[in-house]
């Protein structure tokens, strides 16, 4: 009978029903998914390509621009490596309670113990739960004998309105798209760890005033927020609690430069100078910095150069300290995989940069089309600031006669062929004075098999390692971690977010003593 109507009388049936579908629901679905105005269907410049999600066009640093519409979008996806590219996801079911607790792995024993998820089983999550409130209680302590306990984590928490923007990524239910259901979600798992310092990217802006703020300062905690530069709706947020850290220093950083058409996106960092409040009050700080790096896959060059600024600022807040640093530590989403020369960069601290494609730097992508461009001699453009340009050191070119050089290790180092086979002189590296360590092995064992790539983030565009976890050596030790999920469980779930997960992200942590004595590693920068 309705579909009679329909064909007599199209444009009053539609009108009945679009009337009878408002009066039943404040959000229709389709206004609950429409894009916002940056929406790919209507972006014109990849300017500010930098949320970690495709726009429509982008431009390639000189001027021109390609359409990236949804065909080219697939065949980019076919085009990465098979350990990134997004299987088939189940569709997600409604919302639901929130995942069960993971636990903390011992670093010494991370190869040996738990080499299988945890069952979702009352007695699973009784021992998970047993597991986090004693490493919460053993991070509380002061200090003992042995040092201090620190715990930390970071968080890319999607904000909402970019969720909206780029809602074709996520296959979730339509309940997740609203925000006072999965702020539950996120509230709920970011308080039940209980870390002493929490870093977030993605916090939307009126939801830090509104949210953020109250749910996590009731709960002890105190916090710096820097927003995205260019009015854009979110930024970074990093809490500390507290009853245990004072705040001595913060230093917000814009990777923005004006008038410099490479650095005009507008992504963002944080550090931070915490005093650990003990009796003994013999602790040195303690550094911390926060970051979301820029998303363009093909701009391996913009992300050194911000992650370069970064290192910039962290180098002038530690040198100011006349009795130094007990550790530093580095959090966020760098939006580049593991063992690529991005996370090279930050693990080694040099880079021979000059000659490399800068669309394999970040490591996610490992085609693409279109001519190859190279990173120039001159990375950084002259606006920004002497500070940054003094992490550049002359290093000695690879040379053919010079023995036999392997394609792997000229990857590595970020030198082409025709760089090799060139003048026997010297190529620019970006340097950075910290030895930095990850807190994850990027590897999770399985009994009887290969071991499985670790993942962070996977949606219907990528799946794999992009968030974080950074710290100097020295008196620094590693504890523990937080247990990641498997990609299967991930997948069946159908993606991030979930129905038991509030983001596209997954939250990392660690655990850290501390020494009451100064950072060897973090002297004479």
């Given at each position: ?33 429409q ?16 949320r ?124 997740l ?119 363009n ?27 130094g ?15 690529s ?68 290790a ?33 590897v ?38 937080l ?36 950072n ?6």
């Amino acid at each position: 009978h309705q579909q009679h109507q329909q064909h007599q009388h199209p444009q009053q049936y539609h009108h009945q029903h679009h009337h009878h579908h408002q009066q039943h629901h404040h959000q229709p679905h389709h206004q609950l998914r429409q894009p916002y105005p940056g929406d790919r269907r209507h972006q014109h410049s990849d300017a500010h390509h930098d949320r970690g999600r495709p726009h429509a066009y982008e431009t390639t640093g000189h001027g021109e621009s390609r359409s990236r519409g949804w065909r080219h979008r697939q065949q980019e996806t076919k085009d990465r490596h098979p350990s990134s590219r997004p299987r088939p996801l189940k569709r997600a079911a409604l919302i639901g309670d929130p995942a069960p607790p993971r636990p903390w792995v011992d670093v010494v024993a991370s190869h040996e113990a738990r080499t299988e998820q945890p069952q979702h089983t009352a007695a699973a999550i009784a021992a998970a739960t047993a597991n986090v409130d004693a490493a919460a209680a053993s991070a509380s302590a002061c200090g003992d004998d042995a040092g201090k306990h620190v715990s930390m984590c970071t968080y890319n928490v999607l904000a909402h309105a970019l969720m909206h923007q780029h809602s074709y990524l996520y296959n979730c239910s339509r309940h997740l798209f609203q925000w006072q259901e999965r702020k539950r979600l996120l509230f709920t798992e970011i308080l039940h760890y209980k870390t002493d310092i929490v870093c977030l990217q993605e916090v939307q802006a009126n939801h830090y005033e509104e949210d953020y703020t109250k749910v996590l300062g009731d709960a002890g905690y105190d916090s710096v927020y820097k927003q995205r530069t260019g009015g854009k709706p979110d930024g970074l947020a990093m809490f500390y609690k507290r009853d245990k850290f004072r705040l001595e220093e913060y230093r917000p950083v814009d990777y923005f430069v004006p008038g410099c058409s490479v650095l005009n996106r507008d992504n963002v960092g944080q550090v931070v100078l915490l005093k650990p409040l003990c009796e003994q009050d013999d602790y040195p700080p303690i550094v911390v910095a926060n970051t979301h790096l820029l998303y363009n896959p093909r701009r391996g060059d913009i992300k050194l150069i911000q992650a370069a600024m970064l290192m910039s600022q962290i180098r002038d807040v530690i040198s100011a300290q006349k009795n130094g640093v007990s550790g530093l530590f580095i959090m966020g989403d760098f939006n580049s995989t593991p063992h690529s020369m991005m996370y090279q960069y930050l693990t080694r601290g040099q880079l021979n940069y000059e000659g490399a494609d800068r669309a394999t730097i970040s490591g996610q992508h490992v085609k693409k089309k279109g001519p190859k461009r190279t990173v120039e001699r001159q990375l950084l453009p002259r606006s920004v600031e002497p500070s940054v340009h003094a992490l550049l050191k002359p290093t000695q070119r690879l040379m053919a006669g010079a023995g036999a050089v392997s394609a792997a290790a000229a990857a590595c180092t970020g030198v082409t062929d025709q760089l090799r086979h060139g003048r026997p002189d010297t190529v620019q590296a970006l340097t950075h004075p910290f030895a930095l360590q990850s807190a994850y092995t990027h590897v999770m064992p399985r009994v009887g098999r290969a071991d499985e790539p670790e993942i962070t983030t996977l949606h219907s565009d990528f799946a794999g390692t992009v968030d974080y976890m950074f710290y100097s050596g020295g008196p620094v030790r590693q504890l523990s971690r937080l247990e990641l999920v498997r990609r299967g469980i991930l997948e069946h779930e159908g993606g991030l977010p979930s129905p038991t997960r509030g983001s596209d992200h997954l939250m990392l942590g660690a655990q850290f003593q501390l020494r009451p004595e100064r950072n060897p590693d973090l002297d004479n920068i």
